[in-house]
């Protein structure tokens, strides 16, 4: 099948269906431009929360490092306290908590 010469299959549109074409492209650029802006604001505010975040993070995880070291040099001197000669240390201890309780609990009764 053969086409006719002259024939073309493309049609300009009128002058006033390019520039409405024209009007509405800038409107929606203009539109496409406000929402990349509240993406990218949306963005750097992620991305502040993040750093602030990991810094707690951070923060934490050196305070239970340090709480951990705390509770391994205490843990290790009431080990070494009991293995001693010195056991009647922790019967006292243990005797001076039960008064303690019993002086609280006599106070509070009788208040």
């Known amino acids: 099948m053969r086409r006719a010469h002259g024939s073309s299959y493309y049609q300009p549109l009128p002058q006033q269906d390019n520039n409405d074409l024209e009007h509405e492209n800038e409107r929606m650029a203009e539109e496409l431009s406000e929402k990349i802006g509240v993406l990218k604001s949306l963005s750097i505010d992620i991305g502040n929360e993040v750093k602030y975040q990991h810094k707690l993070l951070n923060d934490v995880d050196d305070d239970m490092d340090r709480t951990g070291g705390f509770l391994g040099k205490t843990m290790s001197r009431v080990v070494k306290l009991s293995r001693g000669s010195h056991n009647?240390?922790?019967?006292y201890l243990?005797?001076?908590a039960v008064v303690v309780f019993f002086i609280l609990y006599l106070v509070l009764k009788f208040r």
Request: overall charge neutral.
């Open 94 to 96: 243990f005797v001076f």
């Open 88 to 91: 009647y240390i922790v019967f």
